[in-house]
């Protein structure tokens, strides 16, 4: 035993990927999109959304946030490739979209009958190896139908963020990366649930950008503390200290 | 067969060796039909092709053989193409068209290259081959096999001034052609422009699976056709033929015209056979389908496909188009659009819906900008405004924003409205608006985030 823990640990930087250590972030062989919100970045194995594997966000109800917080990923789709939104619930709004400087020739809206033709659709999107990131929103799956998308994530190597109500946080799902999303003043809160990493010790406030480059409006002149580690996260030994949270102004500039 | 009935028996014979024998009319017109499909597919061997009705086909292969690998592997391909478009066929090889024809009818199978082995290849065949040559009348022949001659090689025997006075002058002619001692000019066949096949299926279906696979046959002929002119399609027509007994009774259309549009010029039949999958597995059959038929024109040359002698992986599998059009074909082309902002200063108004262009993906494509709002906009718009309770003063952050006017889109066009931004209970924020007009109701319209 203590052989094999010498030898993990003299292991050269080639093999990082291939050994994970419960107590650090796993190496992605892969890097990650970035999310254009460098506090999120830094929580994530890879710097950025997983490219290759399924996210998950859980959202209380449509508008939380979650368009505000693919903003950057959809304004970077590179070209020659498209972003698509299969079901959204709502209709997405153009002169905000373009505002935001979302390529909106780029942005392929899917509208579904069903969850099985969105789910289709989300397959064909992986498989066509055309697209930069994939949005699906899907009200309810059945945990073999997430593994298919999650194959086909995983053959295809690009970006399938699933949305789904909060209420399926406490369903199993073959995610790597599971988030649920809350608004608070400023911007969203962000509860990392599952990632290949330890346990978040809090919840991530990430300010969302404003039309305009002016402070978001109702934003708190002092954002509240984290709140103390949520209940699941304490069990960990290794608490991992909140970074502290950069001026609007920054973080603006980046999402930019 | 198995009771006696052969190739060449009268009507009346061969009812009387089975009483209960099927006859089917000879429909030469569907023959030759059928013919000028293989040749327009067999455009993909070699581009000299010449139609030798009723039943034969000459390629001229000469050419071909070093991009197919040699004589074996080309007649490989040749046959398993055949078998892919339902047919089967048998070959011969040989150095003028007339041996060919004779070998292929006499010795199927035999490949001969060189004229040197002509003689001893033509020599055992039979001489009844000659009998389906217009040019030999029958007393030719009846002349010939009461002389004693069998075979070829007994008529080359024969003294040449004694048989053209006996008015068999044609038959030398044929084997002079053959032995390759006169020249055989053939007239090339010419492919149509504008392709057309059709295939009556064995009996009427209305299952996609049978469709599916008929549709293959059609497309191996297409895929040939395609490949003889170097050019690619970028639409075609599947036309579904109903049974004629059903569409008459039930009062249906006789047929049903699916127009598949492929998303990018393109010659690639898994694309053409994927998105017709998604067509027919869409479409609703009133009646069993009883001929499949396939249409295509206005084909556009095509380069091959560019291939990266160093980046084989970043040159394929990356096609804008074909998601397009597949999504298209199953979801229907109104539930898959691109947005763009529209000039106009009401919020439901500000906003089309376009038809995605895979072409404008490309890094060159310009981007049309509308002007845009300097003051914020939501990014989800509700498509109606939904009433909701006066929000109470604090929670009113940003506005009033007074947006008005649209008389000339009618009353529903009409607006008054002073919008704000507001924030929910939750914090997120949201869109809302106080009608200027009689009741002053507010209304949400939108969500920030």
Redesign the interface.
């Known amino acids: 035993m203590a052989a094999l823990a010498t030898l993990a640990s003299h292991a050269p930087s080639s093999l990082d990927h291939l050994i994970w250590r419960g107590d650090r972030l796993a190496t992605a062989t892969a890097p990650g999109l970035p999310t254009g919100h460098a506090l999120l970045d830094a929580a994530l194995p890879g710097g950025g959304w997983p490219v290759g594997a399924l996210t998950e966000l859980l959202v209380p109800h449509a508008g939380v946030g979650e368009l505000g917080l693919l903003l950057p990923v959809l304004a970077r789709t590179p070209a020659g490739r498209w972003a698509v939104c299969i079901a959204p619930p709502g209709q997405p709004y153009a002169p905000a979209l373009a505002a935001a400087g979302v390529p909106l020739e780029r942005l392929l809206m899917v509208q579904a009958e069903s969850p099985a033709h969105a789910r289709w659709a989300a397959r064909q999107a992986l498989n066509s190896h055309s697209c930069g990131v994939i949005l699906l929103w899907l009200a309810d799956a059945d945990m073999g139908a997430l593994r298919r998308l999650q194959l086909a994530a995983e053959e295809s190597a690009t970006t399938l963020i699933l949305i789904r109500p909060a209420s399926a946080a406490s369903q199993p799902s073959p995610a790597v990366l599971r988030v649920a999303l809350a608004s608070c003043s400023g911007g969203l809160e962000l509860r990392i649930l599952k990632r290949r990493g330890p346990q978040l010790a809090g919840p991530l406030g990430i300010d969302l950008p404003w039309p305009g480059g002016a402070p978001r409006p109702g934003r708190a002149t002092h954002p509240p503390r984290p709140t103390a580690a949520s209940p699941q996260s304490s069990i960990h030994a290794l608490v991992r200290p909140l970074p502290a949270r950069p001026g609007p102004a920054s973080l603006h500039a980046g999402a930019q | 067969m198995a009771r006696g009935v052969a190739a060449g028996h009268s009507r009346a014979g061969a009812l009387a060796l089975a009483p209960d024998l099927c006859l089917i009319e000879r429909d030469l017109r569907q023959e030759l039909a059928t013919l000028t499909d293989i040749a327009s597919w067999a455009g993909c061997f070699t581009p000299s092709i010449s139609l030798d009705p009723p039943d034969t086909l000459l390629l001229e292969i000469e050419a071909s053989l070093r991009l197919f690998g040699g004589l074996a592997p080309l007649c490989d391909a040749i046959r398993a193409g055949l078998d892919e478009l339902g047919f089967t066929a048998q070959l011969a090889v040989a150095p003028t068209p007339l041996a060919a024809r004779w070998l292929a009818r006499g010795a199927a199978g035999s490949l001969l290259q060189t004229p040197a082995g002509l003689p001893d290849a033509l020599a055992p065949l039979p001489l009844g081959l000659l009998a389906h040559e217009n040019t030999v009348g029958a007393d030719s022949l009846e002349l010939l096999a009461g002389i004693g001659a069998r075979c070829m090689a007994d008529v080359r025997r024969l003294p040449r001034s004694g048989l053209a006075r006996r008015q068999a002058g044609a038959v030398i002619t044929l084997l002079d052609r053959a032995y390759g001692v006169l020249p055989d000019p053939r007239p090339w066949f010419v492919p149509p422009e504008h392709y057309s096949s059709r295939l009556p299926l064995p009996a009427p279906s209305d299952q996609t699976d049978i469709l599916l696979f008929g549709l293959r046959r059609l497309l191996a002929g297409l895929s040939g056709w395609l490949d003889a002119r170097q050019a690619g399609l970028e639409r075609f027509t599947l036309v579904l033929e109903f049974e004629r007994l059903g569409s008459i009774h039930r009062g249906h259309e006789a047929e049903s015209r699916i127009e598949i549009v492929l998303g990018a010029l393109s010659q690639d039949m898994a694309r053409f056979q994927l998105l017709t999958r998604e067509h027919l597995s869409r479409k609703a059959l009133p009646a069993p389908v009883e001929a499949l038929r396939l249409e295509a024109d206005a084909p556009r040359p095509m380069a091959p496909p560019r291939t990266d002698f160093f980046d084989v992986q970043a040159s394929e599998?990356?096609?804008?188009g074909?998601?397009?059009a597949?999504?298209r074909a199953?979801?229907g082309n109104?539930?898959?659009?691109?947005?763009?902002?529209?000039p106009d200063h009401r919020?439901e108004h500000?906003?089309?819906?376009?038809d995605?262009?895979a072409s404008?993906?490309?890094?060159g494509?310009a981007?049309r900008?509308?002007a845009?709002?300097?003051a914020?906009?939501?990014?989800?718009?509700?498509?109606e405004p939904r009433p909701i309770a006066c929000p109470a003063p604090q929670n009113i952050?940003?506005g009033p924003e007074r947006i008005e006017s649209g008389w000339w889109d009618g009353n529903d066009g009409e607006i008054c409205r002073d919008y704000f931004?507001a924030?929910?209970q939750?914090?997120?924020?949201?869109w809302v608006f106080r009608d200027s007009k009689a009741p002053h109701g507010w209304f949400l319209h939108?969500?920030?985030?």
């Open positions: 599998d990356n096609d804008p074909l998601l397009l597949t999504l199953r979801l109104a539930a898959v659009h691109c947005l763009a902002p529209h919020p500000a906003w089309r819906q376009t995605p262009q404008a993906l490309q890094p494509a981007l900008t509308a845009l709002p300097s914020p906009r939501p990014l989800w718009l509700l498509p952050l940003a931004v924030r929910r939750d914090h997120s924020l949201v939108g969500y920030f985030s």
